[in-house]
């Protein structure tokens, strides 16, 4: 940590991580953009970047529930008959999602009740753990997100998830300008635009911390050796004190 007049920084991975008051965020990973059976799947959308990306991130999520990281799921919904869509937002995904519409209408995608708006089977939310629809890309928009990190101390958010460029990158902007330190999981975010990824990964190296899987698994494992060690030395305090 260092001190800027008067205000400590945390600038080590392993205090900005603290499972203390970190939490893992987990954006949209849900079977109508990750799975091969999803509505991006059976469009033809590249999918091969979470094949990689998948088994990391759940590997991070396995991390987190053992070093107890608060743990929140991110659901993008939309709502039936485009009931949460506005005329500005339809043009937003008509230009987003040109290619893959093929000059189609605007693509539906994780409606509620529909299998795609589920969580692919390895990022099912354990009971307890927080689930936060959200209807527009980035989790903090019209979504109760803010007050449940506050109302669990966070100050950190380790983002993981999909798509770099939307999502993610979305959240991870106004988790910052919402006073939280952010570091993007580097190996566990994805993208079907590789281009459009790398450009993310770009912008975002420039402004957020990155820490690959391993790297904060690491540091979460050295918190904890150093926690046990710590009580280990306080309990043989005790002893020789009392005798």
């Known amino acids: 940590m260092i001190n800027i007049e008067g205000k400590g920084v945390f600038t080590e991975l392993a205090e900005i991580v603290d499972p203390a008051h970190t939490a893992l965020l987990l954006i949209d990973m849900q079977r109508d953009f990750v799975d091969p059976e999803g509505a991006f799947g059976e469009l033809g959308v590249d999918l091969s970047m979470y094949t990689e990306t998948r088994p990391r991130l759940?590997?991070?999520?396995?991390s987190a529930r053992l070093h107890r990281a608060l743990v929140i799921h991110v659901q993008n919904t939309a709502l039936p008959d485009r009931m949460s869509d506005s005329p500005a937002q339809i043009r937003f995904n008509l230009r987003m999602h040109e290619a893959a519409r093929r000059d189609a209408p605007p693509l539906r995608y994780t409606v509620p009740g529909t299998p795609g708006h589920e969580f692919v089977e390895e990022f099912t939310p354990l009971p307890g753990e927080l689930v936060v629809p959200k209807y527009r890309s980035s989790a903090f928009w019209g979504a109760n997100l803010e007050m449940l990190l506050r109302s669990n101390g966070i100050q950190t958010l380790v983002v993981g998830g999909c798509t770099t460029e939307g999502c993610v990158e979305s959240t991870a902007r106004d988790a910052m300008f919402n006073d939280h330190y952010?570091?993007?999981?580097?190996?566990?975010?994805?993208?079907?635009?590789?281009?459009?990824?790398?450009?993310?990964?770009?912008?975002?190296?420039?402004?957020?911390?990155?820490?690959?899987?391993?790297?904060i698994g690491a540091a979460w494992q050295t918190l904890a050796a150093d926690a046990l060690r710590e009580m280990s030395w306080q309990m043989l305090g005790r002893r020789i004190v009392w005798g």
Request: glycine fraction near 6%; proline fraction near 0%.
């Open 58 to 62: 759940a590997a991070l999520l396995a």
């Open 182 to 215: 952010v570091v993007i999981a580097s190996d566990c975010v994805g993208s079907d635009d590789k281009a459009q990824h790398d450009a993310s990964m770009l912008l975002m190296g420039h402004r957020f911390d990155l820490a690959t899987a391993d790297e």
